[in-house]
C-alpha cells in the first residue's frame, strides 16, 4: 500500500458530538470523521492498515456517558486518544481528570481547529513512520530527517558486499543498525555473531575470534572454531574494534584482504565467506595517528561509514520510541501504564539524553514498573527536573543550540582549534565547522589566543546594536 492510500485511510472516531466546522476542517485535512457513542459499547472498528485516533468529546455528556467514556478507553489502551472539553468543565473529578490523563492532548470549547490537525497529524505520521519501517528489522522511531537519511545509507549498503564501519556515541544503536544490515542483505538466512571485542581476555582473543587447534596452548584440549568460522556464510559485527589488539588485527587485516583465516597452533589456511561489520565509539583516526590502530586494516574497514545519530539530534523520534518500549514491555509484564502523560512527554523532548536509546530504554523500563496509573508522569521517568509543562519552543531551540555551540567549543578546544581534526571527530565537513562557528559566534583566532595558560577563554557576543563585544567565560 502506498503512503497516499494509507492516508486516505486516516480517521477520527468521534465520541460525542463534532460540530459542522470541525467536521470540514478534518475532511479538508484528509481526516475522516466517523461518530460513535461511548453507551452503545460498540468498540471501534478499523481495518489491518487504518490510521485511527479516537476523540473523547465530553461537552454534552452527562456523568453516565462520561463513566462510559472511561470504560471504553480502558477497553481500548493501544488506541491514541484526544478529549475535548467545556472551558468550565470540572477536571477534579475524578472520571473528567482520568479520561484527560489518559488522552495524548486535550482541547477546550471552541476547539482550535489548526492545532487538533497538527496533532492528529503528528499522531498520524509516527503510526506511518511504524509501518513504512517494517522493512527495516529492529528499527522504529525514525521519523526526524537525519534518521530519514541514515535509514536511506542503510538501505543503500545492505545488499553490498562490502565491510560497513558504524560510528556513533554508546547507547545510540549500532549493533541495532548491524543487525538491520544483515537483515537486509542476502545473507539474512545466515549466521549473525556479535563480538565486543573489549570485553574479550587478552590472552584469547586469537582464540576466540579464530579458533585454535588441540594442544595451541595449556588447556587447549581440544580443536575450537572461533566466531568468524562460526559465521560462515553470514556476518560477523565487531563492537568497539578499537580494543582490539595489534596481533589480532593483523590476523582480522588477513582475512579481508585475502578471506582466510588460521586457527591458533595451525599453519593452514581456511577459506572463509564473511561479512565484517564494525563499529566503534572512538576516534579511530587519532588511534592511528597514535599507532594503537592499523592504518591499513583501518582502510578496510572504514569501505561504507554509516553514522548512527545521538537522541538528542533525532528531533520528534523520543516519544515515538518511548511509546515503542512502553508497548514491548507491556507485552511481556504486567504495568498499569499505557501512554506518557503531557509533562512527561515535555520532559522527555526537553531531555539531553546522555547515554541515546539505550538509556531511554532505561528509564521508560522503569517508569512502567513504578507508575501508579495509566499515565507515565515526568516523576517516573525521574525527569522532574527537565523542561516544565509550560516550557514554549523557544526555550527549547534555546536549549538545543546551548548544547550545539557547547558541543562544538569542546571540540574545538579538544583538537587545540585543528579544523580538520574537529570536522573528522565530529563527522562533518570543515566547512561545516566553520559555519557552526559563524552561527554560533565563536571567534577561533581570540579563541586559540584565550586557550594560552595567560589569558582566559574569549567568545564575540554582540551589542544590542549588532557591534561585536568579546566576553569571557
Request: glycine content about 8%.
Amino acid at each position: 500500500m502506498t503512503t497516499s492510500e494509507r492516508a486516505s485511510r486516516r480517521c477520527v472516531v468521534w465520541f460525542g458530538q463534532p460540530t459542522t466546522e470541525e467536521r470540514a476542517g478534518l475532511a479538508h485535512a484528509g481526516w475522516r470523521t466517523r461518530v460513535g457513542d461511548a453507551q452503545l459499547r460498540d468498540g471501534v472498528g478499523m481495518r489491518r492498515d487504518d490510521i485511527v485516533v479516537a476523540m473523547a468529546d465530553l461537552r454534552h455528556s452527562d456523568a453516565d456517558a462520561v463513566s462510559a467514556m472511561g470504560r471504553l478507553m480502558d477497553n481500548h489502551p493501544w488506541l491514541p486518544w484526544l478529549a475535548v472539553v467545556l472551558q468550565q468543565t470540572a477536571a477534579s473529578t475524578p472520571e473528567v481528570e482520568r479520561i484527560l490523563r489518559a488522552s495524548a492532548d486535550f482541547f477546550t470549547e471552541p476547539v482550535d481547529v489548526k492545532r487538533l490537525i497538527e496533532t492528529l497529524t503528528r499522531i498520524g505520521n509516527g503510526w506511518l513512520q511504524v509501518a513504512e519501517n517494517t522493512d527495516i528489522p529492529g528499527i522504529v522511531g525514525a521519523i526526524s530527517p537525519i534518521m530519514r537519511a541514515t535509514m536511506a545509507s542503510l538501505r543503500k549498503y545492505a545488499p553490498v558486499e562490502l565491510p560497513v564501519l558504524i560510528t556513533g556515541e554508546t547507547g545510540s544503536g549500532k549493533e541495532v543498525a548491524a543487525r538491520a544490515l544483515h537483515g537486509l542483505s542476502a545473507r539474512c538466512e545466515r549466521p549473525f555473531i556479535a563480538i565486543n571485542c573489549g570485553a574479550l581476555p587478552l590472552n584469547l582473543v586469537q582464540s576466540e575470534l579464530f579458533g585454535h587447534e588441540r594442544g595451541a596452548f595449556t588447556g587447549a584440549n581440544a580443536r575450537r572454531v572461533g566466531h568468524f568460522e562460526a559465521a560462515a556464510g553470514g556476518t560477523v559485527f565487531l563492537d568497539e574494534v578499537g580494543d582490539l589488539p595489534l596481533d589480532a588485527q593483523t590476523s582480522l587485516l588477513r582475512l579481508l584482504q585475502e578471506g582466510t583465516l588460521e586457527r591458533v597452533g595451525s599453519s593452514q589456511s581456511i577459506k572463509l565467506d564473511v561479512r565484517v561489520l564494525a563499529a566503534t565509539h572512538v576516534d579511530l583516526e587519532k588511534a592511528v595517528a597514535q599507532g594503537r590502530f592499523r592504518e591499513d586494516l583501518y582502510y578496510r574497514l572504514n569501505v561504507l561509514r554509516l553514522h548512527m545519530p545521538a537522541l538528542r539530534e533525532r528531533e520528534g523520534d523520543v516519544e515515538l520510541l518511548a511509546q515503542h518500549f512502553l508497548d514491548a514491555f507491556r507485552l511481556r509484564h504486567h504495568s498499569r501504564a499505557r501512554a506518557f502523560s503531557n509533562s512527561a512527554r515535555q520532559a522527555l523532548r526537553g531531555f539531553a539524553w546522555p547515554g541515546n536509546v539505550r538509556e531511554l530504554l532505561n528509564r521508560v523500563q522503569r517508569a512502567a514498573v513504578v507508575a501508579e496509573g495509566t499515565l507515565i508522569s515526568a516523576v517516573d521517568l525521574d525527569l522532574q527536573s527537565a523542561q516544565p509543562i509550560t516550557a514554549n519552543h523557544s526555550s527549547l531551540d534555546l536549549t538545543r543550540v546551548s548544547a550545539e555551540r557547547e558541543a562544538i567549543l569542546k571540540c574545538l578546544h579538544e583538537c587545540h582549534f585543528n579544523i580538520s581534526e574537529c570536522a573528522r571527530r565530529l563527522n562533518v565537513s570543515r566547512v561545516t565547522v566553520y559555519r557552526l562557528c559563524k552561527k554560533h559566534k565563536v571567534a577561533l583566532d581570540e579563541l586559540r589566543d584565550g586557550d594560552r595558560p595567560s589569558a582566559g577563554r574569549r567568545i564575540v557576543g554582540a551589542n544590542g546594536d549588532g557591534s561585536a563585544v568579546a566576553q569571557g567565560m
